[in-house]
């Protein structure tokens, strides 16, 4: 099941992989706060990543607010009232949440209640929250789910493996794994440098600079920019810039408030058909059919 919506340059998708078990993916492109709300019940774990910016819950009408920062996570679950969703998504930010069954959560580690200590039969009817930052590890995986770019049909399976593999990377105690499995992302440094480079190429996609140009710019040589934007966002620069104008330009369209030739340019295109052949490249079809089957 896909549910969509999209608020001029904001975007938020629910996606069931399984029964009872969700990813809600909230983009805010917008210079604005952005409120998403959604029942849920106390039967359900939530699990919620702050990839870029920062976000709020308001629980209780608004008397009690807690704050999600970049690079943090938080996991709630209270089997002794619903936790509904109260999301204030802050302007220019990424929030991905998981929302399963805990029963279903019980069954993935069955054999492991003492690990974690929140399944403990002396624990399993009390309410439980923990902040953490989010590793490495996870980063990358989130930035996957954030920017997927294959083909719609293998959506749910890749989202599926991309969830479970979330969540055993949550759960997995050792730090130093991060650590091993990519030395690139141990210097924050250089994951800073990184991000900035990201940052870089979407406030400038129209006329995003030359990977050079960009490696000069972050004070990084471009092998390491290289090596470190695949790490973190599991894609290359251009690729990662392509598919983000694309869903961009899909929003605008989307928004009925610019025809095709001012989407393009929008993005970065100085002439119509280049833009077309791009978006058909990307999402099967061309601007003009999209926005015929958004009327239909």
């Known amino acids: 099941m896909f549910v969509n919506k999209n608020i001029a340059e904001s975007f938020y998708e629910e996606v069931s992989i399984e029964s009872g078990f969700f990813i809600l993916r909230f983009n805010n492109e917008t210079d604005d706060y952005q409120l998403f709300k959604r029942e849920v019940g106390n039967h359900f774990i939530q699990f919620h990543f702050c990839i870029k910016g920062s976000a709020s819950f308001n629980f209780n ?5 807690l704050p999600l920062q970049e690079d943090n996570s938080l996991l709630l679950y209270n089997p002794q009232r619903d936790l509904p969703l109260n999301l204030a998504v802050g302007p220019d930010s990424w929030v991905l949440s998981l929302l399963l069954p805990i029963e279903k959560f019980h069954g993935l580690f069955s054999s492991e209640a003492n690990y974690i200590t929140f399944l403990s039969d002396e624990n399993k009817d009390r309410k439980y929250y923990k902040d ?50 990519c030395p690139f992302l141990a210097d924050e440094e ?62 605008l369209l989307a928004t009925g408030a610019h025809n095709v030739n001012e989407v393009g340019l929008k993005v ?29």
């Open 61 to 65: 009408d608004g008397n009690y607010k």
């Open 132 to 181: 953490a930052t989010i590793q490495p590890s996870m980063a990358i995986v989130l930035n996957q789910i954030m920017n997927y770019n294959l083909h719609p049909s293998v959506k749910p399976m890749y989202f599926k493996g991309k969830a479970y593999e979330l969540l055993s990377l949550y759960f997995n105690q050792p730090k130093e794994a991060d650590i091993e499995q």
């Open 190 to 251: 250089n994951v800073l440098k990184v991000k900035k480079a990201k940052e870089i190429i979407i406030s400038r996609m129209a006329e995003p600079p030359t990977l050079h140009e960009l490696a000069d710019e972050i004070n990084l040589p471009i092998n390491k920019l290289k090596e470190g934007f695949k790490q973190i966002y599991g894609d290359s620069v251009f690729s990662f810039l392509f598919d983000y104008k694309m869903e961009v330009a899909r929003q």
């Open 268 to 296: 970065g295109y100085s002439t119509a058909s280049h833009f077309i052949s791009s978006f058909k490249k990307k999402f099967g079809t061309t601007p003009k059919k999209y926005l015929m089957s958004l009327s239909g």
